[in-house]
């Protein structure tokens, strides 16, 4: 099953940034792609997910799990973020155990969503 690691490409990390410069988020967002997008993982670049205080932000979800955004990242966080990515695509729940969790999700957590409960009548 297909997880989505969503990038805040306007993210602009607190930073100055002038008209036709690249944003940190859309930074982010190319050295993720320059990395290597791990199987089963599928990277949307998004305008916004409020998150601005916290800098560049992320976040992954998938259907049926646990949804997680993370903060305070930048282009160099790429190989940690797709490690992460690879480890939530490989947990049926989108829980990976803590020691296993890139040290940047472990710290820079902003927020953990439980999974949308499907109805059986809504699956219909």
């Known amino acids: ?63 049926g799990r646990w949804s997680y955004v993370y903060g305070r990242l930048s282009d160099a966080n790429a190989p940690d973020v797709v490690a992460g990515a690879a480890a939530y695509a490989a947990a049926p729940d989108g829980i990976v155990p803590w020691r296993s969790r890139p040290a940047i999700f472990r710290k820079q957590s902003l927020a953990r969503i439980p999974p949308i409960a499907v109805l059986p009548e809504a699956a219909e």
């Open 1 to 63: 099953m297909t997880v989505t690691l969503h990038v805040c490409i306007t993210c602009r990390a607190d930073q100055a940034v002038r008209d036709g410069e690249t944003t940190p988020g859309a930074r982010l967002h190319s050295a993720l792609l320059e990395a290597g997008v791990p199987e089963g993982v599928s990277v949307v670049p998004v305008e916004c997910l409020s998150a601005c205080s916290q800098g560049c932000s992320i976040a992954l979800s998938g259907l």
